[in-house]
């Protein structure tokens, strides 16, 4: 299928790791950068980001003229292209459709769904909430969670590049650190970072930490972390997706409150402490222990965590469906799906 | 500006500034302070990769410098020359507990 690849914001900026090179060593044609955040990482700064994506968004859908627009999750980048895409009268896909997150990227998902004319479900659980929500039955495509699938087929860096690549001891624990500041929060990040990096420095174990993302509250974040340097620390930018999934599969434990600890690594048997609200509405495999910002608390859950008893016991089972085939369904829905007045005008159906 | 204030950046000053204290130091690379800590370091090299990839130089260095820098505790004073050669360093930080910058070791002299 002939496919144009629009690579936008913090893809785009080194701060964040520059991933977009990731996308082109891959030898994948990228037809547009957009460049749209705006400096300063809070709420509006935010905001207004969005709105510059959807003026560039405009301009390389008019001279793209794509037949679907494919959009993933739950950003606001994701809301900006449904939002345009849909308002120039071009049919949108949703990856990702019908979970719920738990911050204002939950709203955003539910927003996305409505400018949506086909929604991938990653599971039974999304597929019915989306019904729930009032979406017709055809239009619902149960899926699964496409970034299961290269995990499904161990598509990831070997222990041995890992071990290179981040100077671990792989006879040894290692803990993954990955911690988002949580919009509704906003002012509280630093101090919920160095929540948890007080807790990690109790372990000392051989620790691997990856920069938080562009959203309000990273730069407070950041400023934490790099004066919470230990030797024993590793401090990373944005990591290709095959390398974190190597480190994922080489970590002892998790903890912080990405999604992957959520969604990925159950599939990986890889024990994860979340810590707060930030993926409370997301559903739940064995791996997690849920604790509040609280250092103790974490101190605790990580060496349960870590504990050969809690690691037996984890089966290698996600609640996100991942056979190593949602890519083809996905593809498939996409060529075969009509693009017609039906598909182009939503009815809601209570 | 005095030699330590050249070995040392801030993570919001430009890659500009730190271009010029690069050129004062002889040492072709500074260190990134925060708040005394050592955050990271900026040589040459870094902002070179930076400027092949159209980063500009009023970018704070903080978006490119070096996250896990070579450092040695001040109590450690034998192992210093043996690191910098190994790893062909022009200098390298020495810290104290709480990876506070105390001094630094040089490679070589540079004036």
Not at chain 1, 107 to 125: N, P, Q
Not at chain 1, 254 to 270: F, K, Y
Not at chain 2, 51 to 64: A, E, K, Q, R, Y
């Amino acid at each position: 299928m002939r496919h144009s690849l629009l690579v936008v914001s913090q893809h785009l900026l080194p701060a964040f790791g520059s991933t977009v090179k990731e996308i082109e060593r891959e030898g994948i044609k990228i037809s547009d950068r957009l460049y749209s955040v705006f400096d300063g990482y809070t709420p509006a700064t935010m905001a207004k980001s969005t709105g510059a994506l959807i003026m560039s968004l405009t301009d390389s859908f008019v001279r793209l003229r794509p037949d679907w627009v494919l959009v993933l999750g739950d950003r606001g980048e994701s809301l900006a292209a449904a939002y345009t895409a849909t308002t120039m009268n071009i049919p949108v896909a949703h990856v990702q459709a019908g979970e719920r997150s738990g911050n204002v990227d939950g709203m955003t998902r539910h927003a996305i769904t409505r400018f949506a004319h086909l929604h991938f479900a990653s599971g039974e659980e999304a597929a019915e909430r989306l019904g729930r929500m009032g979406e017709e039955e055809w239009r619902i495509c149960t899926v699964g969670a496409p970034q299961l699938d290269e995990l499904r087929r161990r598509m990831f860096a070997p222990p041995e590049q890992i071990a290179a690549q981040f100077e671990i001891d792989l006879e040894q624990p290692l803990l993954l650190v990955l911690q988002h500041p949580v919009t509704e929060d906003f002012g509280q990040g630093a101090e919920q970072m160095r929540i948890t990096l007080d807790a990690v420095c109790e372990l000392k174990a051989q620790t691997v930490l990856v920069f938080p993302n562009s959203d309000a509250g990273s730069e407070d974040i950041r400023r934490v972390l790099g004066t919470y340097r230990l030797p024993f620390m590793r401090v990373e930018r944005n990591l290709p997706h095959y390398v974190y999934a190597g480190l994922m599969n080489v970590a002892t434990a998790m903890v912080g409150n990405s999604s992957s600890g959520i969604i990925e690594a159950p599939l990986m048997g890889l024990p994860a402490v979340n810590v707060g609200d930030r993926q409370r509405e997301r559903a739940r495999a064995g791996n997690v222990i849920d604790v509040p910002h609280d250092r103790d608390s974490i101190v605790s859950a990580l060496h349960r965590a870590m504990s050969m008893e809690f690691r037996e016991q984890l089966t290698a089972d996600s609640p996100y469906l991942g056979d190593g085939q949602v890519s083809e369904r996905i593809l498939s829905a996409l060529r075969t799906t009509a693009i017609d007045s039906r598909l182009m005008t939503k009815r809601i159906v209570y | 500006m005095s030699y330590l204030e050249a070995l040392t950046v801030a993570p919001t000053d430009t890659i500009h500034l730190a271009m010029q204290k690069i050129n004062n130091n002889g040492m072709r690379a500074v260190i990134v302070v925060e708040d005394a800590t050592v955050v990271g370091t900026v040589s040459d090299g870094d902002i070179r990769r930076a400027l092949l990839n159209d980063v500009l130089t009023i970018t704070p260095v903080s978006g490119i410098m070096q996250l896990n820098p070579r450092v040695i505790t001040v109590s450690d004073t034998r192992g210093r020359k043996d690191i910098i050669l190994r790893h062909n360093l022009t200098l390298l930080p020495v810290v104290d507990a709480t990876n506070h910058l105390v001094d630094v070791e040089l490679a070589y002299d540079p004036f």
